[in-house]
């Protein structure tokens, strides 16, 4: 069978995992909203929004009733989030959101991450002037104006509108807001119609860092290694592209 083989296999391995990952972190998000809010998403727009990523994914429809049931539970793990910062080798600005029942292992592993590659974890809010918090709405445009829709949707808070292609060669409308007008934008894209791929708070840099092939691949081991803890739920750098 051959190299070819072998390499259709590790990277459909890859994609295995990271499907997992995924899995587990938007199991954590609908356990979240449903302790917030219950576990109906017509008056749960935390649930609701957690269901639209979910289904962007592809996260079978059973798993994520589970993750409704299980949140139900009396028993269920309350889950804490916070957010570490530092910076890896060669300047990088590392920026960790985590979600966890157990914050003395979420520190002590997020910790030892840094240190083994030779960076250093700051005190929260070291990095509130290079990353700034974004509510970034991804949906399917149809037919529509976009320049009329800019118009309908600036008293939403839309700060930027465009397009974007897919993996599977579509467009797919990308909106940018203000953090605090996540809501407000959310109910209007409902109101108009649109089917919401995915509705999330990102952190955007707001300046970057440039960095050689080889400096960027050691920051690199820092965010793989991040990104594979189970209490992570996502890594932001500022690395330039």
């Known amino acids: 069978m051959g190299r070819a083989f072998e390499f259709r296999k590790e990277r459909k391995f890859k994609r295995w995992a990271k499907m997992a990952i995924q899995f587990t972190r938007l199991g954590k998000e ?26 962007a994914v592809n996260m079978p429809k059973d798993r994520v009733e589970a993750a409704i049931k ?3 539970d009396k028993d269920a ?26 914050t003395n292992r979420t520190v002590a ?33 149809g037919e529509r104006d976009l320049e009329e829709l800019e118009f309908e949707l600036i008293d939403a808070g839309l700060e930027d509108l465009y ?43 707001l300046s970057t860092a440039e960095v050689t092939e080889e400096q960027a691949a050691d920051a690199l081991k820092l965010i793989d290694k991040l990104d594979e803890d189970d209490d992570v739920l996502a890594v932001y750098h500022n690395m330039a592209e």
Do not use: C, W
């Open 109 to 141: 592993n997020v910790r030892s991450y840094f240190t083994k590659v030779g960076g250093t974890l700051g005190k929260t809010g070291s990095l509130d002037f290079i990353f700034s918090r974004k509510s970034i709405f991804r949906f399917v445009p």
């Open 30 to 55: 609908i356990v979240m909203a449903v302790k917030e809010g219950g576990g109906h998403p017509e008056t749960n727009s935390r649930l609701r929004t957690a269901m639209q990523n979910a289904k």
């Open 77 to 102: 793990s309350n889950y804490e989030e916070f957010v570490y910062e530092g910076y890896a080798p060669h300047g990088v600005a590392i920026l960790v959101e985590t979600a966890t029942d157990n």
């Open 163 to 205: 397009v974007e292609t897919d993996e599977e060669g579509n467009d797919v409308g990308v909106i940018t807001a203000a953090f605090e007008d996540f809501g407000k934008m959310q109910k209007a894209l409902e109101e108009q119609g649109f089917e919401v791929k995915s509705a999330k708070l990102e952190r955007i840099p």
């Open 70 to 72: 299980r949140a139900t």
